[in-house]
């Protein structure tokens, strides 16, 4: 049935376009065949549009359908004006409050992931951080993508020479890696980038890594890599260290196959929550609210 929804605009306009050849010059044959294939072409383009954007995730209800997760916030690209930054500010204090409800279950480490780049993952690791750091909350967040760490420079933090990596091969202590960013809020930079992330990350000396995480006073985040193109998130949460995973989602972006295909490839038993990131309209009566409460 699908099919034959395609193929009814190219036929359409085929016949429209056919059509109006002929009612312009109904004696000779060219014109009708012109607007015939110029018809043909404009309903093929329209349909292969419309199956395109029919393959990807529309919003934060059918990424909740696709992964059978509750989205606990919808965090919006970051803006100049003050509406903006107080939706975005106010969604990783919801994402705070859901963590919480997991503290009882879950351990001190918070793996965020997603299925594909670019949906988001290293923003909402950044601003849960601040949003757990200014509740009083300890954190710790690990630049745990090590093929393209952004956390960092989304900080605006230093990058020594030595981060995770260092840890992972030359057994430094995670203690001694650890970087001021603002009060209650520290970084694990990944440092220099290793040519086998996933033999690391999998290895034993990731798992003491993670271990001597767990044993800081504090939360951890890690931002990790995204699930489908590499390996490395997998191995990483294949040694069960971790606590509850984030699996951010950007609508528009990916298609259904793919954040269905990361959603199945989150570990069982442990917590998950969705996290919806892009654009989304906002009734102005929110708006409104939150100006209000800070006047």
Known sequence: M????????????????????????????????????????????????????????RDGADAAAITGLTPVAHVPPPGDHAPERRRQEEAFRMLRAA?????????PIVAVTSAAPGEGKTTVVAGLGRALARAGRPVVLVEADLRRP????????PTPPQGL?????????????????????????????????????????????????????????LDAAPLLPVADTRELLAHGRHGTVVLVARPGRITRDELARAAALLPPGAPRVLVVSGPASTPRSYDRYLRDAEA
């Not at 004696?27 to 012109?34: C, N, Q, T, V």
């Not at 952004?150 to 933090?157: I, R, T, Y």
């Open 2 to 57: 699908p099919r034959l929804v395609l193929l009814l605009p190219p036929l359409l306009l085929a016949a429209l376009g056919a059509g109006a050849g002929l009612l312009a010059d109904p004696d000779r044959a060219w014109p009708a065949a012109a607007g015939a294939l110029a018809g043909l072409a404009l309903g093929t383009a329209a349909a292969a549009l419309w199956a395109r954007r029919r393959r990807r995730v």
């Open 99 to 107: 963590l919480r409800l997991h503290d009882g279950e879950a351990g």
């Open 150 to 157: 952004g956390l960092a420079a989304l900080l605006g933090a």
């Open 165 to 221: 990596t260092a840890a992972l091969v030359g057994g430094v202590p995670v203690a001694d890696l650890l970087v001021e960013v603002e009060p209650g809020l520290r970084l694990v930079p990944a440092g220099a980038l290793p040519p086998n992330a996933p033999e690391l990350l999998g290895s034993e000396d990731g798992a003491r890594v993670l271990d001597e995480l767990r044993a800081l006073d504090a939360l951890v985040l």
